[in-house]
């Protein structure tokens, strides 16, 4: 049974970065479609990005596009979510979900279990 965690959350002021984790154990990332979802309190759940397995598609939605980019080390089994000029709106838990794959309607394609997720709040 494989397990994901997320970390590297944190407190930071508008306009800066932070570099969230997804490491894997009991498998090897490599094989999985991984994405990024956040949840703000008193908002639903949000699908930020999506990074394909093999040579697929990569996606972002369009609150995060050209601020955020996902990738992944294989050698560390983790996949990665940097964030770049962070608005007080990026405050959420952040969480990373195994999908079946990042193509058409990928939000949707959910293949996993929720973890615990890590805090990003963006405040001054």
């Known amino acids: 049974q494989y397990q994901l965690a997320e970390s590297g959350g944190g407190l930071v002021q508008p306009g800066g970065s932070l570099r969230l984790s997804c490491a894997a154990s009991?498998?090897?990332?490599?094989?999985?479609?991984i994405a990024w979802f956040r949840q703000a309190p008193g908002k639903e759940r949000e699908a930020i990005s999506c990074l394909s397995a093999t040579v697929g598609p990569t996606k972002y939605a369009d609150s995060v596009k050209g601020r955020f980019t996902i990738s992944r080390d294989n050698a560390k089994n983790t996949v990665y979510l940097q964030m770049d000029s962070l608005k007080p709106e990026d405050t959420a838990l952040y969480y990373c979900?195994?999908?079946?794959?990042?193509?058409?309607?990928?939000?949707?394609?959910?293949?996993?279990?929720w973890g615990q997720g890590t805090q990003v709040t963006v405040s001054s």
């Open positions: 009991g498998a090897t990332i490599t094989y999985f479609s």
């Open positions: 979900m195994r999908m079946r794959h990042c193509g058409v309607d990928w939000p949707r394609s959910i293949f996993g279990s």
